[in-house]
Nanobody
């Protein structure tokens, strides 16, 4: 019902910045949340941030707030993740997700729709 396509990943040097995007299409929701997660090899999927579509409220993982910023463009049905001061440990596949209920929660199981992921690699 909802399709999500991430883009903008790539290779960046430590200390650099990168902005990745997630474009949504398909079913329209009156109120929902979009979120970013990441998963490194051998590690669990990790919550990064979430944003409400209507009000723009945000929620961040405590360990990442200050370096990563989530934003949205309602006209383009797109959510962005601006990543600054990147570290090698930020290397992972980054996924976007949608929760139709718009709860802004960090638990992956709550999110109903997922994108295919985009690879971000940070070199030292």
């Amino acid at each position: 019902q909802v399709q999500l396509v991430e883009s903008g990943g790539g290779l960046v040097q430590a200390g650099g910045s990168l902005r990745i995007s997630c474009a949504a299409s398909g079913r329209t929701f009156s109120a929902y949340a979009m979120a970013w997660f990441r998963q490194a090899p051998g590690k669990e999927r990790e919550f990064i941030s979430a944003i409400s579509w209507s009000g723009g409220s945000t929620y961040y993982a405590s360990s990442l707030k200050g370096r990563f910023t989530i934003s949205r463009d309602n006209a383009k049905n797109t959510v962005y993740l601006q990543m600054n001061s990147l570290k090698p440990e930020d290397t992972a596949v980054y996924y976007c997700a949608v929760d139709p209920a718009g709860k802004l929660v960090p638990w992956a199981g709550v999110y109903r729709y997922w994108g295919q992921g985009t690879q971000v690699t940070v070199s030292s």
